[in-house]
């Protein structure tokens, strides 16, 4: 388990989250795979630091005995005021921060072209999003972005 550091249990339970899927946890705690990815050069990015600090707490996580004290994890993802000042965070808010920036850490696309949203006047469902798909792609391109990131369509 991770030790709660005060108002921490957030991050815990995210965690906890990411650390059980097997195939996110695999790709972290095998190091060489993440390594060979971190895209130090992406000015969204971090470079490399959030990825390294995520990859640490996981392979803890499943190689210790231990509970933990996630420190050094806590510490490089403090890019928001609202996690500086400890304040009540929640657990999906805390999950997006922390996929974004293992997305951005790892993302392969160097340039990331400027890209419009395409207009959906009178278009076709499928035609708007296979444009909308391939604009991201332009964009984004890594193993979180791949692995949690998609396409849905709301309908009220």
């Not at 388990?1 to 899927?21: F, P, R």
């Not at 392979?59 to 210790?64: A, E, F, I, L």
């Not at 798909?133 to 998609?150: I, T, V």
């Amino acid at each position: 388990g991770i030790y709660n550091m005060g108002n921490t249990c957030y991050m815990n339970s995210a965690m906890q989250c990411l650390a059980n899927i097997r195939l996110f946890n695999h790709y972290y705690v095998d190091q060489e795979i993440h390594k060979s990815q971190i895209n130090r050069n992406n000015v969204l990015g971090y470079k490399g630091k959030r990825v390294g600090a995520f990859a640490s707490i996981i392979s803890q996580m499943w190689n210790s005995k231990q509970v933990l004290v996630p420190k050094g994890f806590s510490t490089s993802c403090r890019a928001s005021t609202r996690t500086l000042e400890d304040l009540q965070q929640d657990t999906v808010e805390y999950l997006n921060f922390i996929l974004d920036g293992l997305h951005e850490d790892t993302n392969m696309r160097v340039e990331k072209p400027y890209i419009e949203n395409p207009d959906s006047r009178d278009r076709d469902m499928i035609e708007l999003a296979l444009e909308s798909w391939s604009n991201s792609l332009s964009r984004d391109w890594s193993f979180a972005f791949f692995m949690f990131y998609g396409q849905m369509k709301s309908t009220l």
